[in-house]
């Protein structure tokens, strides 16, 4: 095979200019970028549907909006905000970091790279667009049960039913490939067990995303079925059964939530070690707990459906399976805090969001394992309290890890540091406003509040209001860091090659800021 | 691996994807416009483009591979790429038979009240009787009954057997393309393709005779539901899997591959086996027992 003439025609030129550059682009950090603004862009816009959620909830009655409309933005937010912000955010954030970490020239392939990608506004526009149809936008919540989702659904469901189908096939297309990198693009001497953390939660993410997102393709098949072609999946009065739907979906959404959990746990990992100037403690436990964790997702999907119906035996055992998890979550947090101890740390703002993590997730896995227990999640199902866990462990989990990814790597992106000083400001007006806005509904849902209605009984009345202030003040902080990454992008001062004192890693200690286009053509040395 | 990781064909600038992307869009849009009484010819324009991609796209990749810019380690890229896509099919096909299994073990014997289900079965539909294949459903106005269930002994069984012999003349093929015996390969190759339609072509007599016969429908209830889509779409696969063989047919006629560097060979197989394997699946759990 003749290799030498493949290799000039490649070599070290730049990005091409214009539109088309981001079109046509095969580049592991064009796409990144790519995924990162797609995923800032649909944070603000489910942001924006959480205002009108808010401002509905801001008293008691009904003011602003009908509730059908309430339930569609209820139904878009979740929606917009998983598979659109979060999930989005850690392929960019793979895009950008693997090739660098393990030394590879780029993605195992480039080109269905590029497909992943621009799949994604298609499927995001033909959701969004539900919103102007007639009969108006789905309107049963994200996990779109059936037969809500079947019998009593508008006519736009079919819109939303096929951009799953399509955020699907980027999703499988681009764990495909990160998968396919990480195996076999690794440099030489960068052995599985040194490889840093981030890259294998994302190795086992990808793995959750080839086995669950087929899965969701077919639930919302068999929906679309039920809906044009007279099968009876979900109809009993087919011999079908609406809580089979509920069981083929929580298959997905199960692992799903630790799709969107894994790679923070990676993120957090690189930064501690960092900024406590200690290697991280207990590597390989975290390597086996991250697996644990994800094999465990696939056993425990039914503590969903404590309240569904189920026999006594099914409930016991996913109730056992599913505290079982708090065992390597826990691992991590005592391996995380471990790396801290007697550290010398400092806390810059990459560090605050990280410790802002480690506390807060905290607080959204106690509250989970409540949930976990099936006799007191009768109590607590469909109420605000499950509303408030899960916006612990997304927003000021999977969220604030992608922030602090952000500001821990955006000086080798651009070669600029960010203004530390706005940074710091970002941070404690986020954390601040997050904990008025979610922690109030940890006590309203015990309280007996349910989720996904407009009107409110008058006792919750107060603590809505503190949780909507609380909700405005945190919309604004990230319009307040959409003005950080613009100006952080647009200039500020240099960073230095290694950019964190005692950083690790090949993208700190072997790659420039910023870091070439092209970066390890030829591979680097691993000690 | 560093001389190797050095010679890493990464291709710069492509429109494809985003051809794909309007395609994929186009199909899926037009589809969903014809469920609500439009015409269907947006999703033909829509596949059309897809067809349009795929040749395209497919064609750079052969042209590339033959003029040797694959390293072994690209190779083993589309390797590891190949075995996962299959991964993500059989969890596709895993939904649907998880659907089949949760039907026959759970829903059906608890609308006739079995475990706990004492008061489901009196207030709704008492005169339901658990069965399977489930012929009388538990509403018969809603769905529509069938009159038989398909049995495994006739053309299920002769069709196993096709495809099972397939699954030899591919492998005869592949030896014969490692040894370099290349009118083997083409006419391994060319069984392979024969079976496959061939197969295809019985799935759709048979459905003929469910529905004239059998009156045994996607719309009579669970049965039915669980029968055609697995059916339909494991069809569409062998479809797939038969045209994809069919390219590999016109290329090695026109000398393509080598007995050392044949991916794309390997590819289809590794793929005709999976269809295979799923097949059996089907034959044993919806046909069978």
Same mark, same amino acid.
């Given at each position: 095979?003749?290799?030498?003439?493949?290799?000039d025609?490649h070599?070290?030129?730049?990005?091409?200019?214009?539109?088309?550059?981001?079109?046509?682009?095969?580049?592991?950090?064009?796409?990144?970028t790519?995924?990162?603004w797609?995923?800032?862009?649909?944070?603000?816009?489910?942001?924006?549907?959480?205002?009108?959620?808010?401002?509905?909830?801001?008293?008691?009655?009904?003011?602003?909006?009908?509730?059908?409309?309430?339930?569609?933005m209820t139904?878009?937010?979740?929606?917009?905000?998983?598979?659109g912000?979060?999930m989005?955010?850690?392929?960019?954030?793979?895009?950008?970091?693997?090739?660098?970490?393990?030394g590879?020239?780029?993605m195992?392939?480039?080109?269905?790279?590029?497909?992943?990608?621009?799949?994604?506004p298609?499927?995001? =526009?033909?959701?969004a667009?539900?919103?102007?149809?007639?009969?108006?936008? &789905?309107?049963?919540?994200?996990?779109?049960?059936?037969?809500?989702?079947?019998?009593?659904?508008p006519?736009?469901?079919?819109?939303?039913?096929f951009?799953?189908h399509?955020?699907?096939?980027?999703?499988?297309?681009?764990a495909i490939?990160?998968?396919?990198?990480?195996?076999?693009?690794?440099?030489p001497?960068?052995?599985?067990?040194?490889? &840093?953390?981030?890259?294998?939660?994302?190795l086992?993410?990808?793995?959750?995303?080839?086995?669950? #997102?087929?899965?969701?393709?077919?639930?919302?098949?068999?929906?679309?079925?039920?809906?044009?072609?007279?099968?009876?999946?979900?109809?009993?009065?087919?011999?079908?059964d609406p809580?089979?739907?509920?069981?083929?979906?929580?298959?997905?959404?199960?692992?799903?939530?630790?799709?969107?959990?894994?790679?923070?746990?990676?993120?957090?990992?690189?930064?501690?070690?960092?900024?406590?100037?200690?290697?991280l403690?207990?590597?390989?436990?975290?390597?086996?707990a991250?697996?644990?964790?994800?094999?465990?997702?696939?056993?425990?999907?039914?503590?969903?459906?404590?309240?569904?119906?189920?026999?006594?035996?099914g409930?016991?055992?996913? #109730?056992?399976?599913?505290i079982?998890i708090?065992?390597p979550?826990g691992?991590?947090?005592?391996?995380?805090?471990?790396?801290?101890?007697?550290?010398?740390? =400092?806390?810059?703002?990459?560090?605050?969001?990280a410790?802002?993590?480690?506390?807060?997730?905290?607080?959204?896995?106690?509250?989970?394992?409540m949930?976990?227990?099936?006799?007191?999640?009768?109590?607590?199902?469909?109420?605000?309290f499950v509303?408030?866990?899960?916006?612990?462990?997304l927003?000021?989990?999977?969220?604030?890890?992608?922030?602090?990814?952000?500001?821990?790597?955006?000086?080798?992106?651009?070669?600029n540091?960010?203004?530390?000083?706005?940074?710091k400001?970002?941070?404690?007006?986020?954390?601040?406003?997050?904990?008025?806005?979610f922690?109030?509904?940890?006590?309203?849902?015990?309280?007996?509040? &349910?989720?996904?209605?407009?009107?409110?009984a008058?006792?919750?009345?107060?603590?809505?209001?503190?949780s909507?202030?609380?909700?405005?003040?945190?919309?604004?902080?990230?319009?307040?860091?959409?003005?950080?990454?613009v100006?952080?992008?647009?200039?500020?001062?240099?960073?230095?090659?290694?950019?964190?004192?005692?950083?690790?890693?090949l993208?700190?200690?072997?790659?420039?800021?910023?870091?070439?286009?092209?970066?390890?053509?030829?591979?680097?040395?691993?000690? | 691996?560093?001389?190797?990781?050095?010679?890493?064909?990464?291709?710069?600038?492509t429109?494809?994807?985003?051809?794909?992307?309007?395609?994929?869009?186009?199909?899926?849009?037009?589809?969903?416009?014809?469920?609500?009484?439009?015409?269907?010819?947006?999703t033909?324009?829509?596949?059309?483009?897809? *067809?349009?991609?795929?040749?395209?796209?497919?064609?750079?990749?052969?042209?590339?591979?033959?003029?040797?810019?694959?390293?072994?380690?690209?190779?083993?890229?589309?390797?590891?790429?190949?075995?996962?896509?299959?991964?993500s099919?059989?969890? $596709? $096909?895993?939904?649907?038979? +998880?659907a089949?299994?949760?039907?026959?073990?759970?829903?059906?014997?608890?609308?006739?009240?079995?475990?706990?289900?004492a008061?489901?079965?009196?207030?709704?539909?008492?005169?339901?009787?658990?069965?399977?294949?489930?012929?009388?459903?538990?509403?018969?106005?809603?769905?529509e009954q069938?009159?038989?269930?398909?049995?495994?002994?006739?053309l299920?069984? *002769?069709?196993?057997?096709?495809?099972?012999?397939?699954?030899?003349?591919?492998?005869?093929?592949?030896?014969?393309l490692?040894?370099?015996?290349?009118?083997?390969?083409?006419w +391994?190759?060319?069984?392979?393709?024969?079976?496959?339609?061939?197969?295809?072509?019985?799935?759709?007599?048979?459905?003929?005779?469910?529905?004239?016969?059998?009156?045994?429908?996607?719309?009579?209830?669970?049965?039915?539901?669980?029968? $055609?889509?697995?059916?339909?779409?494991h069809?569409?696969?062998?479809?797939?899997?038969?045209?994809?063989?069919?390219?590999?047919? $016109?290329?090695?006629?026109?000398?393509?591959?080598?007995?050392?560097?044949?991916?794309?060979?390997?590819?289809?197989?590794?793929?005709?086996?999976f269809v295979?394997?799923?097949?059996l699946g089907?034959?044993?759990?919806?046909?069978?027992?």
């Amino acid at each position: 095979m003749s290799t030498a003439t493949t290799h000039d025609e490649h070599h070290d030129h730049g990005p091409a200019s214009g539109l088309m550059r981001w079109v046509t682009t095969t580049n592991h950090k064009d796409i990144g970028t790519l995924y990162l603004w797609l995923s800032f862009i649909m944070l603000l816009t489910g942001g924006a549907m959480a205002m009108v959620i808010r401002a509905e909830l801001f008293q008691p009655g009904l003011q602003l909006v009908e509730p059908n409309f309430f339930n569609s933005m209820t139904t878009m937010h979740g929606l917009i905000m998983v598979f659109g912000a979060i999930m989005p955010a850690f392929v960019g954030l793979a895009n950008w970091l693997i090739p660098m970490m393990i030394g590879a020239p780029d993605m195992a392939l480039p080109r269905m790279n590029n497909w992943s990608f621009w799949i994604l506004p298609f499927a995001f =526009t033909m959701l969004a667009s539900t919103l102007l149809m007639e009969g108006g936008a &789905p309107a049963f919540g994200w996990t779109f049960y059936a037969p809500l989702s079947t019998t009593y659904a508008p006519d736009s469901t079919d819109f939303f039913i096929f951009a799953v189908h399509l955020m699907g096939i980027s999703s499988v297309m681009g764990a495909i490939n990160i998968i396919a990198t990480i195996l076999n693009m690794r440099a030489p001497g960068m052995t599985l067990m040194k490889m &840093p953390l981030f890259v294998w939660t994302w190795l086992i993410t990808a793995y959750l995303l080839i086995a669950v #997102m087929p899965v969701l393709a077919g639930a919302v098949t068999m929906m679309l079925t039920d809906r044009h072609f007279g099968t009876s999946f979900f109809d009993a009065a087919g011999g079908g059964d609406p809580v089979m739907f509920q069981h083929i979906f929580w298959f997905f959404g199960h692992p799903e939530v630790y799709i969107m959990i894994l790679p923070a746990f990676g993120i957090i990992s690189a930064i501690i070690p960092t900024f406590a100037r200690k290697p991280l403690f207990g590597y390989s436990s975290m390597v086996y707990a991250s697996a644990s964790i994800a094999i465990l997702s696939f056993m425990v999907w039914a503590h969903h459906m404590f309240t569904t119906g189920m026999p006594v035996a099914g409930e016991l055992y996913f #109730m056992y399976a599913t505290i079982l998890i708090a065992v390597p979550t826990g691992v991590k947090i005592f391996n995380w805090v471990s790396t801290m101890w007697k550290g010398s740390m =400092t806390f810059e703002t990459p560090m605050l969001w990280a410790l802002g993590f480690v506390v807060m997730f905290t607080i959204g896995g106690f509250s989970g394992l409540m949930l976990g227990v099936a006799p007191v999640d009768t109590q607590y199902h469909d109420t605000y309290f499950v509303v408030a866990h899960f916006h612990y462990v997304l927003v000021t989990g999977a969220l604030y890890s992608i922030i602090a990814a952000f500001y821990y790597w955006v000086p080798k992106w651009t070669g600029n540091m960010y203004d530390e000083k706005l940074g710091k400001i970002h941070f404690w007006w986020s954390t601040i406003s997050v904990n008025l806005l979610f922690f109030p509904q940890h006590f309203i849902g015990l309280a007996g509040m &349910p989720r996904r209605i407009p009107d409110y009984a008058l006792q919750f009345a107060e603590f809505n209001m503190i949780s909507s202030i609380g909700g405005f003040a945190f919309g604004l902080a990230q319009v307040f860091f959409l003005y950080i990454v613009v100006k952080t992008i647009k200039g500020g001062e240099k960073a230095t090659d290694e950019v964190w004192e005692g950083a690790t890693g090949l993208e700190f200690e072997q790659l420039p800021s910023p870091a070439p286009y092209h970066s390890f053509n030829t591979a680097p040395e691993v000690k | 691996m560093s001389a190797s990781a050095e010679e890493y064909y990464v291709p710069h600038g492509t429109n494809w994807p985003i051809i794909g992307s309007i395609g994929l869009a186009t199909t899926v849009i037009g589809f969903a416009n014809y469920l609500h009484g439009s015409s269907i010819w947006m999703t033909f324009v829509g596949l059309a483009i897809l *067809i349009f991609m795929m040749w395209g796209w497919f064609g750079q990749v052969i042209k590339e591979s033959m003029e040797g810019k694959y390293s072994a380690q690209v190779d083993m890229s589309f390797r590891w790429s190949m075995g996962w896509f299959i991964f993500s099919e059989v969890m $596709f $096909f895993a939904a649907f038979f +998880g659907a089949l299994f949760y039907a026959r073990m759970f829903s059906i014997p608890w609308l006739d009240g079995a475990s706990n289900n004492a008061a489901t079965a009196e207030l709704l539909w008492p005169e339901f009787e658990a069965a399977w294949p489930l012929l009388e459903v538990p509403l018969a106005e809603k769905f529509e009954q069938a009159k038989m269930a398909m049995g495994a002994w006739g053309l299920p069984a *002769i069709n196993t057997v096709i495809l099972l012999t397939s699954g030899v003349t591919v492998t005869w093929a592949h030896h014969a393309l490692k040894k370099n015996q290349r009118s083997q390969l083409v006419w +391994g190759l060319a069984l392979t393709v024969a079976l496959g339609f061939l197969f295809v072509g019985l799935q759709a007599w048979e459905y003929v005779h469910a529905y004239n016969d059998l009156g045994l429908k996607m719309t009579s209830g669970i049965y039915g539901s669980t029968f $055609f889509m697995l059916t339909g779409f494991h069809g569409f696969h062998v479809t797939m899997g038969a045209t994809m063989l069919l390219i590999i047919l $016109f290329r090695a006629m026109k000398g393509h591959f080598s007995p050392d560097n044949h991916f794309a060979f390997e590819a289809v197989a590794w793929y005709w086996h999976f269809v295979d394997v799923v097949w059996l699946g089907l034959f044993i759990f919806v046909y069978w027992i």
